[in-house]
């Protein structure tokens, strides 16, 4: 499987947290929507960049512009969200399995009805997934294998594309540095600052508007071709769920404290962010918090 587990779950936070309330004045405009951006100002002698991915996405739709290229390849050092190569670590990956189940032997069948228990075990069983093997995993790694694509074996096939495994790819045969803000240790901890109560609601909820569900990714997935970072952001604030409490703890602090990484991170070199689009827009964005900060943000949008 190209797709390992552990890029899977890279991309689950962000699907859930896509955009952030406020248009003060560091914010990017709907005149400077852009998925990459320059990053100069406040000493650095070399401007460094800023790329919004989405995590995965149909290969039809996978664009790399030739200023993302360009980018690209100025940086000597690309920094994900996670180290790419510890996502691929063999032994990261098994510790990772071990964390994946609920501590004290609670049971999806615990935290759910009879009848929406019945519903989600319809459902894997209609993608070859039989839920029996999979009732202690948490109810938000369940969500992402929900995914018909996943059950069906299209994560597997050449359908599917990846930015991060891609950049990843670049980077290695640039023979550039690669490094995370964060570790997978750290992201998976999201999951546990979550309910589990709230997790099964979230994903018994996904289930029952799957169609709808459908609908709004083609939508997101649309919308960031066009790099319409404002209408990104517009979207999600216009479909605000019970999970709106935590952007709080998965969104804006993981922002915050990503800022002071990259402070030191670019004197050092000049460096390519690539960060999931969702991280980019409002005044809790990366965009706004660098600029108070004191660096020039100006995006670089290819026609």
Known sequence: MKICFLSLLAWLLPAYFFAQESTQQHAPTADENSL????????LAQPSYLFGTIHMINKDDFILTDDTKATFSKSKKVVFEINTEEMFDLGTQFSLLMKSFMEDGKRLRDLVSAEDYKLVEAHFDKIGMPLMLLERVKPMILSVFASEDIGSGKMASTDIKSYEIELTQMAKEQKKLIDGLETVDFQMSMFDSIPYDVQATMLVETLKSEDAGDDQFEKMVELYKNQDL??????ILSEKDGIGKYDELLLVNRNKNWIPKMEKIMPQQPTFFAVGAGHLAGESGVIALLRKEGYNLRPIRSK
């Open 36 to 43: 990459l951006w320059e990053i100069s100002g406040k000493g």
């Open 230 to 235: 404002s209408g990104m952001q517009t979207m």
